[in-house]
């Protein structure tokens, strides 16, 4: 009788888990909603121009920047460049309705441009693919999607 309740039990928790993974993944194919607010400019003493640029959370699960990095898309080319930007972004989780003020560097100059940032949910599932994928590359790396803001600097 013994044998039967324990394999009835883990049969349970097994569709339990693969419900919640199947949950999260179906979630997970889009890029997370945010909003991205221009706040101005901003001059340092040795004359370099940032773009103060703040990134608000919308979705349902908190999300984390990625070392992709971060960029500059200029409208006249649509072409991105890489961008130096404080505080540094990677590893910084944003909370679901959390808000974080970047500072990037622009040069002065008065073409349209985008900033773009990369992103991944911050959930237990995308932690532990990231975790894998670094232990055994064959492993899946989390979805990461890139969040590019409307083209609002000039």
């Not at 932690?127 to 590359?137: C, F, G, S, V």
Request: glycine fraction near 6%; charge should be neutral.
């Amino acid at each position: 009788m013994r044998p039967r309740f324990y394999i009835a039990v883990l049969a349970l928790l097994l569709l339990i888990c693969l419900g919640l993974v199947a949950r999260t993944s179906l979630d997970s194919h889009t890029a997370p909603p945010v909003s991205f607010s221009f706040l101005g400019y901003s001059n340092s003493p040795a004359e370099q121009q940032f773009a103060m640029v703040t990134i608000t959370n919308q979705g349902k699960f908190p999300i984390r920047f990625t070392s992709v990095g971060a960029y500059i898309w200029f409208d006249s080319t649509n072409t991105p460049v890489g961008a130096s930007v404080s505080p540094v972004p990677e590893g910084t989780d944003l909370a679901v309705g959390g808000s974080q003020t970047f500072y990037v560097e622009m040069a002065t100059n008065h073409v349209k441009r985008a900033v773009e940032f990369w992103v991944r949910r911050a959930t237990v599932i995308e932690n532990l693919k990231a975790q894998l994928h670094d232990l055994y590359w064959r492993i899946p790396d989390p979805n990461v999607y890139g969040i590019r803001s409307p083209f609002i600097i000039e």
